[in-house]
Structure formats: structure tokens, C-alpha cells
């Protein structure tokens, strides 16, 4: 099973998590990153390249599917206008084995914060809005992988 | 031939616009020329591009070095490191 | 926050990853084990050392708090007699940080497989009980941690 | 002074029963003393305790090595190594 959703609305977890637990494997491993509300934010504007968003996902979906035997990988990404709270993206697998779980899903998670095409952009109480700088850590992270 | 060009977060910002249509110079020209060349339009282009350490390519949809060459692509995108997740 | 039960009942996944997802941290991680119905399996059941049990599951999870930076810890084992699809265990950890929720729930599963005292009795179609052995690539897992 | 020793799993199984009082013999005896003295019984015990490298044991709800001397515990739970998560 491969799921890739990019989209504006929320998602619906519990239902995420059945589908993959429905899949006969002994773990399921998720993942979901949350809006901060910290530092007096009151929201995070989440753009992407439309394009090429799904597709590149897809890749990076893929490769997780390569490199470990997976039953299933389901990827949420949000985009728009997010408030503090609110859910940005769902990664979960399911495997017959919870290290194949559990690590895809960190691969995942790392490689969509560093080779998908979104920009965070946010936004504080006096209106003013800031791009978030990319983390050189999470570069790293990302390569990280390149040699596991 | 035309080449479609997308600009994404601050330079579609500091640009002022999200895409334009140029005529492509040449086949052998890299992203970076292209970005050269456009960053010599001064203005916002000058603001947005004159880094491009600062910058990030994809072409056709596909992530490339800024030394790539444009080739056949339809498509070029330029925009900042990606921070989505 | 910290919640621990060992149970009988299933638990509802999605209460569980809600409780985390409130506590204002980035990132949510979860584990869910769930009974694998091969090789003609009808049951699996899971004895444990009820006075041990709670207490031995709450050193480790004060173990993966002191280690991690985490704002909330979940770990729900159930015991008895469960059947194939089944839940088993749910693990989930709230972190302001990616890398400490997901590193964390990976310990806590693996820690749990090696140092928490639950046994898994299979049960096959001819009526058959076989106990599950331990497997050495699981105390390899949990003793990485050590030095991790 | 008297020591409850409790069985699990396929120990458990192979004694007949899941827990018992004995006087504690000596408070220097270690675990390992214990189930040789146990194991010496026969029958199902011999079965279950004749091979300490498969046994895992805790003292008062803590895992203890095999080697540790039972002192004043009041809990001795013998046992395979575990296979919850």
C-alpha cells in the first residue's frame, strides 16, 4: 500500500493508522509533526511547488520501499495557512518488522524536510512574517542516510 | 525555444512574480547562467538572485545542481533550501 | 506527561496519539505491535509478572526521559489471550524535537522486547502451544542502546 | 526466613505450579544456589532449572544476574528471558 496525499485539509490519524495496521504486518511506526505556537506565532503559511510535490514524494517514497520490506507507507503533507496545533504531516509504515517501521519512518520524515519542494513561512502577532531558514542539521541528517 | 520559469517562498517574493516565460538563450546554458542572466535585470531579480549559494534549482520537476545544464527542460524553478516536514 | 497501563482491554490508538499532540510539542512518534496471524496462528498469549510488570515499564520510561528531551510518554502492553490483528503494544512519545520522539519510541520498544517481563505463547490451529524463544538480534537491539 | 519463589512462562509450566515458600537457606546463597538446590527435586523442576544459561531471574521485582546473592529479598521469580513488546 502507498498513500501520498498533499493537501490543504486536515487528516484524519486514527483512520491512517487502521488502514495501515490492516495490513497484516506485526508493527506500525508513525510520525506527526505538529504546528509550534511558540515565540508569539500565529501561524505558518506552507507552500509548496504543486507540480512536482506529489511526484517528488512518490520518489522519496520509493526509495524507503526499496531499501526496506514494507506493507504499506502513507504520507500526508499539509499546505496553506496552519495555527499553532494543528497537524502538519502524517508519515506511517507497516512492516512485518518494527526496525524496518520504525526507521523508514525516520528516513521519511528527514528526507521530506530536505528533498521535497515545501517552504515554511511564519507569521507572528505584529503581522510580520519570517521564511524559515533550512537547519544545516537536517541536511545532515538527510545525508545521513545516503550511507546507511 | 521557451522556457518557463517558476519562482517559489522569497524569490517569487523579492521577483514579484510566481512565473514568467523567457526565450531560452541557448541549450548548453547551466542554471546558474540563466540565473545570471536574470539577476542582471537589477530590481528585485538582483535581490533574489544575486546569491546563488543561497539558491536551490529543480528543472523539469527534478531537483538539479546549479551547475546543470538547461538542455531540453521546459521548466526551471528556482527557490530557497526546501523546509517543509 | 507520563501513562502507563498493562491491560487486558485494546486501547483506542487515536485518544492516545491525541493526549500527545496536545502537549504543544513539534513532533508525536508511535509504535503499534499487532498479533501477525502466520503459519496457522489462532492466538497468541502474553503471561507477565503483575507485581513487576508496571513498575519495571516505568523504569524505562524514566530511563527514555532522562535521555531524551521529551514532553509526554506513552506505553500501553496488553496480556491475555489475543487474537491474530490484534493490538499488542502502543508506544508513542511528544518532543518539541523529531529526532528525540522517534529515537525515543524506537528505545522504548526495544527495551520493552528485552527488559520488561511479558512472555508470548503461541497457539496454532491443532490446538498446539509453543513459547515464543527470545531472539538474540533483540537483546543486540536493546544492548545498543547502551552505548548509544 | 522464608522466600517466595515465583515461576513464569514455560518454568512455570514444567513445575506445576506458579509460586511456593521455601526457607531461604543461607542469606550468602545466591540465585544460582537456589535453583540448583530446586533443580536437585527432580521431576519437573529438574526439567525446568537444570539448565541455568536459559534462566533469567529477579530478586524483589528487579532482574538480577543468576550469580547475585539473594540477602534479604522476600521475591526470588525465576523464569525464560522475556518476549514481551
Known amino acids: 500500500m502507498k498513500r501520498i496525499a498533499v493537501q490543504p485539509e486536515d487528516f484524519d490519524a486514527a483512520a491512517e493508522l487502521a488502514a495501515l495496521e490492516a495490513l497484516g504486518g506485526g508493527g506500525v511506526a508513525s510520525f506527526i509533526g505538529i504546528v509550534r505556537?511558540?515565540?508569539?506565532?500565529?501561524?505558518?503559511?506552507?507552500?509548496?511547488?504543486?507540480?512536482?510535490?506529489?511526484?517528488?514524494?512518490?520518489?522519496?517514497?520509493?526509495?524507503?520501499?526499496?531499501?526496506?520490506?514494507?506493507?504499506?507507507?502513507?504520507?500526508?503533507?499539509?499546505?496553506?495557512?496552519?495555527?499553532?496545533?494543528?497537524?502538519?504531516?502524517?508519515?506511517?509504515t507497516a512492516s512485518r518488522h518494527r526496525t524496518a517501521a520504525l526507521e523508514s519512518?525516520?528516513?521519511?520524515?528527514?528526507?521530506?524536510?530536505?528533498?521535497?519542494?515545501?517552504?515554511?513561512?511564519?507569521y507572528f502577532a505584529d503581522g510580520e512574517g519570517r521564511w524559515v531558514v533550512a537547519r544545516a542539521e537536517d541536511e545532515a541528517k538527510a545525508a545521513g542516510w545516503q550511507s546507511f | 525555444m521557451a522556457l518557463d520559469i517558476l519562482y517559489f517562498a522569497w524569490v517569487r517574493e523579492r521577483i514579484g512574480?510566481?512565473?514568467e516565460r523567457i526565450d531560452q538563450p541557448d541549450s548548453r546554458a547551466t542554471v546558474?547562467?540563466?540565473?545570471?542572466?536574470?539577476a542582471a535585470r537589477g530590481g528585485g531579480y538582483a535581490?533574489?538572485?544575486?546569491?546563488?549559494?543561497?539558491?536551490?534549482?529543480?528543472?523539469?520537476?527534478?531537483?538539479?545542481p546549479l551547475d546543470s545544464p538547461v538542455g531540453e527542460a521546459r521548466?526551471?524553478?528556482?527557490?530557497?533550501?526546501?523546509?517543509g516536514g
Not at chain 1, 105 to 122: T, V, Y
Not at chain 2, 47 to 64: G, H, I, M, T, W
Open chain 2, 75 to 83: 521548466e526551471l524553478a528556482l527557490f530557497p533550501p526546501v523546509t
Open chain 2, 17 to 19: 512574480i510566481d512565473s
Open chain 2, 32 to 38: 546558474a547562467d540563466i540565473v545570471t542572466l536574470l
Open chain 2, 47 to 64: 535581490e533574489a538572485l544575486d546569491d546563488p549559494a543561497r539558491l536551490r534549482a529543480a528543472l523539469d520537476q527534478r531537483f538539479v
Open chain 1, 105 to 122: 519512518c525516520a528516513f521519511l520524515i528527514d528526507w521530506l524536510k530536505s528533498h521535497a519542494p515545501f517552504w515554511k513561512k511564519e
Open chain 1, 37 to 92: 505556537g511558540e515565540g508569539g506565532l500565529v501561524a505558518l503559511e506552507l507552500e509548496h511547488y504543486p507540480a512536482m510535490t506529489e511526484p517528488q514524494v512518490d520518489r522519496i517514497v520509493d526509495q524507503a520501499l526499496e531499501r526496506w520490506p514494507l506493507l504499506g507507507v502513507t504520507v500526508i503533507h499539509r499546505v496553506g495557512r496552519l495555527e499553532p496545533g494543528a497537524r502538519i504531516v502524517f508519515v506511517g
